[in-house]
T-cell receptor, first 115, second 111 residues
Framework: DAGVTQSPTHLIKTRGQQVTLRCSPISGHKSVSWYQQVLGQGPQFIFQYYEKEERGRGNFPDRFSARQFPNYSSELNVNALLLGDSALYLC??????????????FGEGSWLTVV | QKEVEQNSGPLSVPEGAIASLNCTYSDRGSQSFFWYRQYSGKSPELIMSIYSNGDKEDGRFTAQLNKASQYVSLLIRDSQPSDSATYLCAVNANTGNQFYFGTGTSLTVIP
């Protein structure tokens, strides 16, 4: 079975540009979350989506946005990139959005470098 | 106050020894607890989940949960060089959408 797939795996952007990251969840999983992991830190929650609806948002500025499509895949958009946005962006797949016992599984991540 | 705290390490143990990794959390409403392993340059991969007080064993790994003390631990028996990685503790409230992660503990197993 295919796991969580993300694209692109690596990308370099210039300050002020915009970036779109893509994610396909595990087959049968309907919830997708996005996390940002800065070097030396644990992943930080950005968004959760379920059935195309935003179900949670972390403490990130409005430059960050996301959406989920009918096939449960998702995109994360970041506008007006800052040097501090350089990080590993992780997509996490989950069967349902909440409830005890629901584990999240990560994709390989997208490494974003802002120069 | 951080939601989840871990000693950043580094923790070094000789091959074959037991590695003990610890984690505390602040939200008493937390219901689900997870350990992820992250190799350098890779994404986190799930090792174990635990939901009830006590011990849960899976091969060489044992997770321990004490909700009264708000404490979760991971024991790795017969440590191998391939266990060298950063171990992330994650916590999720029953109704919560997000997982809270610690900063991770770096483990090195010395051959």
């Amino acid at each position: 079975d295919a796991g969580v797939t993300q694209s692109p795996t690596h990308l370099i952007k210039t300050r002020g540009q915009q970036v779109t990251l893509r994610c396909s969840p595990i087959s049968g999983h309907k919830s997708v979350s996005w996390y940002q992991q800065v070097l030396g830190q644990g992943p930080q929650f950005i968004f959760q989506y379920y059935e195309k609806e935003e179900r949670g948002r972390g403490n990130f500025p409005d430059r960050f946005s996301a959406r989920q499509f009918p096939n449960y895949s998702s995109e994360l958009n970041v506008n007006a990139l800052l040097l501090g946005d350089s990080a590993l962006y992780l997509c996490a797949s989950r069967v349902n959005p909440g409830g005890s016992g629901n584990t999240i599984y990560f994709g390989e991540g997208s490494w974003l470098t802002v120069v | 106050q951080k939601e989840v705290e871990q000693n950043s390490g580094p923790l070094s143990v000789p091959e074959g020894a037991i590695a003990s990794l610890n984690c505390t959390y602040s939200d008493r409403g937390s219901q689900s607890f997870f350990w992820y392993r992250q190799y350098s340059g890779k994404s986190p991969e799930l090792i174990m989940s635990i939901y009830s007080n006590g011990d849960k064993e899976d091969g060489r790994f044992t997770a321990q949960l004490n909700k009264a003390s708000q404490y979760v631990s991971l024991l790795i028996r017969d440590s191998q060089p391939s266990d060298s990685a950063t171990y992330l503790c994650a916590v999720n409230a029953n109704t919560g959408n997000q997982f809270y992660f610690g900063t991770g503990t770096s483990l090195t197993v010395i051959p």
